[in-house]
């Protein structure tokens, strides 16, 4: 917002969607972008860790989503009721070595409700299809994985952007090597994609600006945001 609110200019309504998860690869990108085509988003902007990551795919996490498209949530809701009674709250329930603040009829009946919270989360799991390992090694898959979900991003949205990380390790530097040039061939002759390469931040490089083993936080937030933002920016003057 900082980067769009820019004095003496109207304020941009700007309703901001996330649908990514930790560990995602591109070859989960094209369908997420189907299944929840329904949004109608004016733009996509792809965040990319290029390869790092490899978590097992919705569907092969859970039986329901794969049957129906939907995250169950009744096993976190009984869950987290559990710990309520249990522990008077639910963030204590997360904790370790929580002791109980509830008298012994709400221990007991938070246990019994957290248990069958588990028990149909297990269940849900049992029935997934089989969890297969994700890895982005093979650059040209990875690229090519990566170019059609830029694709079917500018058959939904007016406009694309696509944001990629720093290079770290020997893999990012192999699938930075094989999709940017392709993505900026692609740029070339596509007025609605923006590519927005961070690999010239040194601060993303920094350890003190991580929360934790890959999550960026503090500065490295804001100068992320402070490229991506003019990108979309950008788009959106042109495609006026």
Same mark, same amino acid.
């Given at each position: 917002m900082l980067a769009?609110?820019? /004095?003496g200019r109207p304020v941009r309504q700007v309703v901001p969607l996330t649908l990514a998860w930790p560990g995602a690869l591109p070859d989960s990108y094209v369908a997420t972008l189907e299944h929840f085509s329904y949004l109608a988003p004016d733009y996509?902007?792809?965040?990319?860790? !290029?390869?790092v990551g490899g978590s097992a795919l919705p569907a092969e996490r859970s039986g329901l989503f794969a049957r129906t498209g939907y995250w169950p949530a009744l096993p976190v809701v009984l869950q987290e009721k559990g710990m309520l009674w249990r522990?008077?709250?639910?963030?204590?329930?997360y904790v370790r070595g929580s002791s109980s603040t509830s008298g012994i009829v709400r221990q007991l009946a938070g246990t019994g409700v957290?248990?069958?919270?588990?028990a149909l989360s297990r269940v849900d799991r049992v029935v997934a299809g089989q969890s297969a390992p994700h890895r982005a090694d093979n650059p040209e898959r990875y690229a090519t994985d990566l170019m059609q979900a830029?694709?079917?991003?500018?058959?939904?949205?007016?406009?694309?952007? *696509?944001?990629?990380?720093?290079?770290?390790? /020997? !893999?990012?530097?192999?699938?930075?090597?094989? *999709?940017? /040039?392709?993505l900026k061939a692609r740029a070339a002759t596509a007025k609605r994609l923006r590519v927005v390469d961070l690999s010239d931040l040194p601060l993303l490089l920094e350890a003190s600006q991580r929360l934790d083993d890959w999550n960026?936080?503090?500065?490295?937030?804001a100068a992320v945001a402070n490229r991506i933002a003019p990108a979309v920016i950008d788009l959106i003057g042109d495609l006026r």
């Open positions: 769009t609110d820019r /004095p996509i902007c792809f965040f990319d860790d !290029l390869g522990f008077g709250s639910v963030r204590a329930g957290q248990f069958a919270g588990r830029v694709d079917v991003a500018l058959a939904h949205a007016r406009g694309v952007v *696509v944001a990629l990380s720093p290079t770290e390790s /020997p !893999l990012q530097s192999a699938n930075a090597a094989a *999709v940017v /040039p392709r960026y936080g503090g500065d490295a937030i």
